[in-house]
């Protein structure tokens, strides 16, 4: 089975970065996509950015010029900066990694906290 291990959430800031990391341990099949999500209190988990096996990048509009998402393919992991961070980026954050197979896996979730 895989299990991806997210680390980076805190309490930042208004203003603050925050880099959020995510990487696979047991991975057996070729990843395709590389994606964060978040989900706020009371509201649907919605997707932040992307990543694809060729590099291409997806951005929520709220993250467009403020987040950026990246990968180490070698060593499995995604990565989110997040920069100038706002009070409602305040959210549980998840990481999922869509297989060529078997689908996608999810990460636990790490927490987010944007005080003003």
């Known amino acids: 089975q895989v299990q991806l291990v997210e680390s980076g959430g805190g309490l930042v800031q208004a203003g603050g970065s925050l880099r959020l990391a995510c990487a696979a341990a047991?991975?057996?099949?070729?990843?395709?996509?590389m994606a964060w999500y978040r989900q706020a209190p009371g509201k649907q988990r919605e997707l932040v950015a992307s990543?694809?096996?060729?590099?291409?990048?997806d951005y929520a509009e709220f993250a467009k010029d403020r987040f950026t998402i990246s990968r180490d393919s070698a060593k499995n992991t995604v990565y989110l900066q997040m920069n100038s961070l706002k009070p409602e980026d305040t959210a549980d954050y998840y990481c999922?990694?869509?297989?060529?197979?078997?689908?996608?896996?999810w990460g636990q979730g790490t927490q987010v906290t944007v005080s003003s």
């Open positions: 999922n990694f869509l297989t060529s197979k078997w689908g996608d896996y």
């Open positions: 047991g991975s057996i099949f070729t990843i395709v996509r």
């Open positions: 990543i694809g096996s060729g590099g291409r990048v």
